[in-house]
């Protein structure tokens, strides 16, 4: 009976002990990644010389690290829209991928909400994890304020966060009803009762690394902010007072591992980098790589996709000289949806023809490859002058800022000087008033003053005011503003829509001598 | 594991103006009225010092593309922030975000 009662003891003990033994010394490895976008594929970034990346890869990593110590895997935001990869399935692929590689956490970013409400449910629905959200109001079902994950004993507290810049950066539409709080008043209402629950409090954060390091002076309290939004490579951890900070690049290109050690709630020691993810064949986890690929037999299928008939050749040729039907055409789209009076668009950024016939997906990806995304502002009539002064001044060299527009119409000379050779403008059939404002449609790459337009960014600095219009907030000269769908898809719905299109070049722009 | 409760308000949350950033937008205001604030629909940042307006919303890239510096990038230089980390090129912007290139 002694031995029985001895064993009881010992077992007990070591019970209390084993469960005990975290709080007083425990160790934990956090592994993250932000703004993965849907990269799946490994490539090579814009001026680099390194191919990176791969969710293969990354899993492949994740697995290894893994391994060695208890970890926690979480994703600050971003994840399920961007690439093709994860646009064409909505977002479906990202959090397949994310509950096959037993994602811990993850936090919405802005870009969560590109593909609207009724999506995002879906996506969150589909999750294995919990969708965190503390600062997002009234989005009914489904995303979490926090949630305390117990590793070995350890109980971590990981509130979620998102930048309250959301409602600047989607559609009006896609953030209708809900209210952005700023994210340090979230994670005050939090903390102190996660504090009692919890040896460690993490906030994964979708607010930028500036913004992180602001909340972190702030609010105190917080042991990890696991940040993203800013696309930060910080290879070391951060340190605000007695904050660590860590952000992971982007697009799976690098793989965070902050290592912990805590003692009695306090993080007494860290160690932090971030694992470059390279395509090493071997490296790869074979279940994620039949994932990635099954996905993208999707994407194929789905640029493969016929979505209507044209009944005359698009003439993608000429963008940089003339007035071509492919320019007339999108760039009346592009007006149409910005509810716009004009548009006026860079002939450079339609890069090829869509000949007579069917039309696939595939197609209309290649006429506008890049991610551009539509953008309207009120320029006065003087601005558009120069705007289009500055489309026809480089035409002797075929640049690709020839303008290609819609809702107006101009004439011009080439035996003018640049800067003088155009006019009889007219708008909406009647003569340009260089004193009013007009709302001219535009992609972001000239708004930010790209091909030399510098009408788009004059107009900007004048704005001064808010103003609700039809129930959305825009700038006085901000007029339409939504990053989250490319031109493309617009063009791609737009042709759904119609099933047949035949756009002729209607005279807009005409050269004279 | 435990989680907070979904997409509850959990009664008002504490009003304290010094948390609210100059991004946070103003609540919605009746239809076609007008508030004067700050230029918070507005982005402005720094890139090599030069001051750059941008659409809220916009990256890193439009600010490199408007500074006339996205050439470089091409070339192979990157961008930094102030504290001289590398920003990946669809990096979110802040409101007077300071970028290097080099």
């Not at chain 1, 998102?162 to 009006?172: E, L, N």
């Not at chain 1, 800013?230 to 290109?253: M, N, R």
């Not at chain 1, 003018?416 to 009013?436: C, E, Q």
């Not at chain 2, 009746?30 to 508030?35: C, G, T």
């Amino acid at each position: 009976m002694k031995k029985i009662i001895s064993l009881l003891i010992s077992i007990s003990l070591a019970v209390l002990l084993a469960v005990a033994a975290p709080a007083a010394a425990a160790e934990l490895r956090i592994l993250y990644v932000n703004d993965f976008h849907g990269f799946a594929a490994p490539y090579q970034s814009v001026g680099s010389q390194e191919v990176l990346g791969g969710a293969a890869y990354l899993a492949g990593e994740v697995n290894k690290l893994r391994k060695e110590k208890p970890s926690l895997l979480l994703a600050a935001g971003d994840m399920i829209q961007g690439n093709s990869w994860a646009n064409l399935s909505k977002g479906k692929s990202s959090i397949a991928l994310m509950n096959l590689m037993h994602f811990d956490a993850m936090v919405v970013g802005n870009h969560e909400f590109d593909f609207g409400q009724r999506v995002l449910k879906k996506r969150i629905a589909q999750a294995r994890f919990p969708v965190l959200g503390a600062n997002v109001q009234d989005f009914k079902d489904g995303l979490k304020p926090f949630v305390i994950k117990k590793i070995q004993g350890l109980k971590v507290a990981i509130i979620g966060v998102v930048t309250p810049d959301t409602p600047q950066s989607t559609h009006p539409r896609n953030v209708a009803g809900l209210k952005f709080l700023p994210p340090a008043v979230a994670v005050e209402k939090y903390l102190p009762r996660l504090k009692k629950q919890a040896d460690l409090i993490i906030v994964l954060s979708h607010c930028g690394f500036q913004a992180d390091r602001k909340l972190a002076g702030q609010v105190p309290g917080i042991g990890v902010i696991v940040g993203g939004h800013s696309h930060t490579k910080l290879l070391k951890p951060a340190v605000v007072g007695q904050t660590i900070i860590v952000q992971a690049w982007e697009h799976a290109k690098a793989l965070g591992v902050l290592d912990l050690r805590l003692a009695d709630g306090k993080i007494t020691n860290f160690s932090g980098h971030l694992e470059m993810i390279k395509p090493v064949p071997g490296r790869e986890d074979k279940a994620v790589a039949r994932l990635v690929q099954r996905y993208q037999a999707r994407v194929n299928k789905v640029l493969g996709q016929k979505i209507g008939v044209a009944a005359v050749d698009l003439d993608g040729e000429h963008v940089r000289q003339r007035e071509t039907n492919l320019g007339d055409f999108l760039a009346d789209i592009f007006r149409k949806t910005a509810g716009a009076d004009a548009a006026i668009f860079n002939g450079g950024g339609i890069r090829t023809s869509i000949p007579k016939g069917e039309i696939t997906v595939k197609e209309v990806y290649a006429v506008l490859p890049f991610d551009n995304y539509l953008v309207a502002i009120k320029l006065t009539g003087k601005q558009i002058k120069e705007a289009l002064e500055h489309g026809v001044s480089g035409i002797e060299e075929g640049a690709g800022r020839f303008p290609q527009v819609s809702g107006l119409s101009f004439t011009y000379s080439r035996k003018a000087p640049a800067g003088s050779r155009v006019k009889d403008i007219r708008i909406g059939g009647a003569p340009l008033d260089p004193k009013k404002e007009y709302a001219v449609a535009t992609n972001d790459f000239m708004a930010a003053g790209g091909d030399g337009y510098q009408a788009f960014g004059e107009a900007l600095k004048s704005s001064r005011d808010f103003a609700n219009i039809g129930g959305a907030l825009k700038g006085e000269k901000l007029v339409y503003n939504d990053a989250g769908r490319w031109l493309r898809t617009l063009v791609i719905d737009y042709i759904r829509e119609q099933k047949e299109i035949a756009p002729k070049v209607d005279g807009r722009i005409q050269e004279k001598d | 594991m435990e989680t907070g409760k979904p997409g509850s308000r959990e009664g008002s949350l504490p009003s304290n103006p010094a948390l609210t950033s100059c991004s946070q937008p103003p609540e919605f205001l009746p239809k076609n009225q007008k508030l004067k604030t700050n230029n918070c629909l507005k982005m402005r940042v720094y890139v090599n010092d030069e001051p750059l307006e941008l659409v809220p919303g916009m990256t890193v890239r439009h600010a490199l593309i408007k500074a006339g510096l996205f050439q470089k990038i091409e070339a192979g230089l990157k961008a930094y922030d102030e504290w001289g980390n590398e920003l990946g090129l669809a990096g979110a912007l802040a409101p007077d975000m300071k970028i290097w290139v080099k």
